[in-house]
């Protein structure tokens, strides 16, 4: 089974960083796809980036290519998304998510999600 813990969020300024982590309290967390997806208020749910079981393929949206990093370290269960140089318009809900199978930028294709973490920057 997989359950998903995010890290707290926060408030940011405008060009500064932050790094969201989320756990599985799980025993086989290797062998999800994992991936970041974030809603901003009156928006759809949109796909920020994913990684793939190794951690070896991983993609990002337009939006944050460039600017964030996911990384995930599967003997701590745990990946990452490291955000730099944010803009008022990455203020989202921030969640992780995980799936068995192959990589998609689809969130209705991922059964596993964290609770999800505000992030907004704002100066």
């Known amino acids: 089974q997989v359950q998903l813990v995010e890290s707290e969020g926060g408030l940011v300024h405008p060009g500064g960083s932050l790094k969201l982590s989320c756990v599985d309290s799980?025993?086989?967390?290797?062998?999800?796809?994992t991936a970041w997806f974030r809603q901003a208020p009156g928006k759809e749910r949109e796909f920020v980036s994913l990684?793939?079981?190794?951690?070896?393929?991983?993609k990002y949206a337009d939006a944050v290519k460039g600017r964030f990093t996911v990384t995930r370290d599967n003997a701590k269960n745990t990946v990452y998304l490291q955000m730099n140089d944010l803009t008022p318009e990455d203020t989202a809900i921030y969640y992780c998510?995980?799936?068995?199978?192959?990589?998609?930028?689809?969130?209705?294709?991922?059964?596993?999600w964290g609770q999800g973490t505000q992030v907004t920057v704002s100066s």
């Open positions: 998510a995980a799936k068995a199978g192959a990589s998609t930028q689809d969130p209705r294709m991922y059964g596993y």
């Open positions: 799980g025993r086989t967390f290797s062998l999800y796809v």
């Open positions: 990684c793939s079981t190794s951690g070896v393929s991983i």
